[in-house]
């Protein structure tokens, strides 16, 4: 897991390929991947900071074409972010919030379900994907399958998001440990190359 300061990296290239709605530009992208785990490791890669996957991203726009191509390599579409939500979650959310009836929202939600498998979980605040009480049938249809075959993993969930937590967790803090080992091996070898200093010499403490 990548530290706090990250959030301030520039997209990738995937990200912003998606972001301007490029499917020819993600494609790319993909095709570039040497096999098929480095491309499932790139549809699946967390932006930092904030967990993200690359179809969560594709939700957020409604880029349908590109949610399907990203599903077809391998994307997760039960991937959580940092606050637990899943891609359903940002489809759902971005459904509610469109004022422009443009039917790629509900054909995003669509897919995501029947296609992807998505499932609706709860985020870290206990929320289920919401489309609205105004959402159309297909949408409401859409959610109310993936809320039923998404019982069991919904038990499961818990104990999953403690286990990735605490594996994110040990990460950073062993990032930390290895960046303070690194920098005490610079500041003992600064005092060596001194010759005596603070009781130091030659790199012995105490000895004349």
Not at 2 to 11: E, I, K, M, T, W
Not at 167 to 195: L, P, R, Y
Request: aromatic share 4%; charged share 30%; hydrophobic share 40%.
């Amino acid at each position: 897991m990548a530290d706090a300061d990250d959030d301030a990296l520039p997209p990738s290239k995937l990200a912003r390929a998606i972001a301007t709605g490029d499917v020819d530009a993600v494609a790319d992208v993909l095709d570039a991947c040497e096999d098929d785990a480095a491309t499932t490791a790139v549809v699946n890669e967390e932006a930092p900071g904030t967990w993200a996957s690359p179809l969560h991203l594709a939700a957020s726009f409604g880029e349908v074409e590109i949610i399907k191509l990203l599903l077809s390599k391998g994307a997760d579409p039960n991937a959580e972010d940092i606050k637990g939500r899943t891609c359903l979650h940002v489809a759902c959310d971005a459904y509610a919030s469109d004022a422009t009836g443009d039917l790629k929202w509900e054909d995003s939600i669509a897919t995501l379900v029947a296609a992807g498998g998505a499932l609706a979980l709860t985020d870290v605040d206990g929320k289920l994907p919401t489309p609205g009480d105004d959402a159309s049938t297909m949408v409401t249809s859409a959610v109310e399958r993936a809320f039923e075959e998404g019982a069991d993993a919904r038990k499961a969930q818990s104990e999953k998001r403690r286990i990735k937590k605490k594996e994110k967790f040990d990460a950073i803090m062993n990032g930390k440990i290895q960046a303070h080992v690194s920098n005490a091996s610079a500041c003992a070898i600064a005092v060596m190359d001194t010759g005596d200093a603070d009781g130091y010499k030659m790199g012995s403490r105490g000895q004349p």
